[in-house]
């Protein structure tokens, strides 16, 4: 079966436009996760949805950022007015599980790498 | 100070030798995972644990609850475990988002 894909894989981009990352989860999975990885470090959450509903918003930076998954499938992240400190990788990722259940292991996507010039 | 620290932030050796990576957290966790990261690559997830110890081949994970630590264990290392090492968490029941270390860069040399 499929992974989780994302797409574009490589984005370059000016300062000061508006890009869309999206992702496909694997079929089923009821929840998807977005982070950003700067160059060296460990990935940072963004938000997460549960079905079509933002369960966790806390990590987006500030409202440039925003994303949605109107079908509880597909999930888009959108950023307005690009900045150079934008660039990064975008890794989204799903899970099977609900918020009943404890362990619920997280599959992740190949990444977006986004880079503003 | 990050909730999540890993150490050695970089690591190498030769193959055949036994690694250890550690992980400290300073959270409340529900889980604990370990992931791999190719350059250029996505992430792996390796183990998810809570309690104890896994092992799969050549790996093994432990989790001390009470100290708030875990160790990824790689034995008999080969130059393709090369690779970065994450240790993430999840820090609550009420949410499902991650923690992440900023990684281990493990190079094995043959």
């Known amino acids: 079966g499929a992974g989780v894909s994302q797409t574009p894989s490589n984005k370059v981009t000016e300062k000061g436009k508006y890009v869309e990352l999206r992702c496909d989860p694997i079929s089923g999975h009821t929840a998807l996760y977005w982070y950003r990885q700067s160059l060296g470090q460990g990935p940072e959450f963004l938000i997460y949805f549960q079905g079509t509903g933002a369960a966790d918003d806390s990590g987006l930076p500030n409202d440039r950022f925003f994303a949605v998954r109107p079908e509880g499938s597909v999930s888009t992240l959108k950023i307005q007015r690009t900045e150079r400190g934008d660039s990064a990788v975008y890794l989204c990722a799903s899970s099977s599980g609900t918020s009943e259940l404890s362990y619920n292991e997280q599959f992740f996507g190949p990444g977006t790498r986004l880079t503003v010039l | ?110």
């Open chain 2, 1 to 110: 100070k990050n909730e999540v620290e890993q150490s050695p932030q970089n690591l190498t050796a030769q193959e055949g030798e036994f690694i250890t990576i550690n992980c400290s957290y300073s959270v409340g966790i529900s889980a604990l995972h370990w992931l791999q990261q190719h350059p250029g690559g996505g992430i792996v997830s390796l183990f998810m644990l809570s309690s104890g110890k896994k092992k799969h081949g050549r790996l093994i994970a432990t989790i001390n609850i009470q100290e708030k630590h875990s160790s990824l264990h790689i034995t008999a290392s080969h130059p393709r475990d090369s690779a970065v090492y994450i240790c993430a968490v999840k820090s609550s029941y009420n949410t499902d988002k991650l923690i992440f270390g900023t990684g281990t860069r493990l190079q094995v040399f043959p």
